[in-house]
């Protein structure tokens, strides 16, 4: 059985424990202070894109506990009992959530992903060929489960579509797609 070794953090990462470090004895996190409730009844399913970090709460008016932002790569929602479907159904259940808003964005790196890309990309990042075959094995289609979506707005209506019609999602939740442009933080209703 290989065993992974325990890495050492990288500059980056000790200086964001620094930082931490900092912030809590500075009590910097009173400001931010809210319950796990969603004060707007709002969950959005949106991109991991760097560029949505801060532009999304911003150029939606967003604060801290106002929404439950569930960020995945291109901001599907690609299988309906995946961990994005699972984490809907909590806030929509547990936390009260009763809108959905499913935001995609312009130039999206997920847009053109290719599987056998990847594999190649993996390979040269150190994944060993037999592990590869191992996930294969297992029942792994990477050119289906790594590839892009090719259009951003069709990508969104079948996440969309995927929500509303979920066996198991209550009848009252409401769900919109939107398309953000990376740029600018506009928002282009799709659905």
Known sequence: MNQRRCITASSTVEDILAHNRSFVEQR???????????????????????????????????????????????????????????????????????????????????????????????KRLGVSPERIEFARHCGIDFDHWLAGFGDTEEAVRKSVDMVRKHPVMPPHVRVGGYVMDSKTGELTAIC
């Open 28 to 122: 910097e996190f009173e400001r931010y202070a809210t319950d796990k409730y969603p004060d707007k009844k709002l969950a959005i399913v949106s991109c991991m894109d760097t560029r949505l970090t801060e532009l999304l709460a911003a150029a939606l008016g967003l604060k801290n506990g106002d929404a439950k932002i569930i960020k995945v790569a291109g901001g599907e929602v690609s299988h309906p009992f995946g961990s994005v479907m699972r984490s809907l159904l909590i806030a929509v259940c547990e936390l009260g959530v009763e809108d959905v808003m499913v935001v995609a964005h312009t130039n999206c790196g997920a847009q053109h992903m290719s599987g056998a890309s990847m594999v190649e990309n993996m």
